[in-house]
């Protein structure tokens, strides 16, 4: 059975889930946790190079943190802003 997370798409929340990555016997799966989401619903945000240690890492998460670090036009996601959804 998976471990699903769903955070926000954001500084905050990436850093929550690598925390659960790190600290967990088996990690968790993104949930609602995608850039496409974020392009779509989220909000204008500026790149947080802070993030960088999880762009480059082995995380489920560390394409995510990557465009948050570096990448133009970033965007920021809430994840109450969205309804939970089935992951099949």
């Not at 945000?45 to 890492?57: E, F, G, Q, Y």
């Not at 948050?68 to 992951?87: C, I, K, Y």
């Amino acid at each position: 059975m998976p471990f699903l997370r769903c955070g926000d798409v954001d500084a905050g929340g990436l850093r929550i889930f690598r925390n659960l990555e790190q600290n967990l016997p088996r990690g968790p799966r993104p949930h609602l946790m995608t850039r496409e989401l974020a392009e779509r619903a989220g909000q204008p945000a500026d790149a947080d190079p802070s993030l960088v240690s999880i762009a480059k890492s082995d995380s489920a998460i560390c394409e995510l943190a990557e465009w948050l670090a570096f990448g133009s036009d970033v965007r920021h996601l809430e994840q109450e802003a969205l309804d939970p959804a089935p992951s099949y």
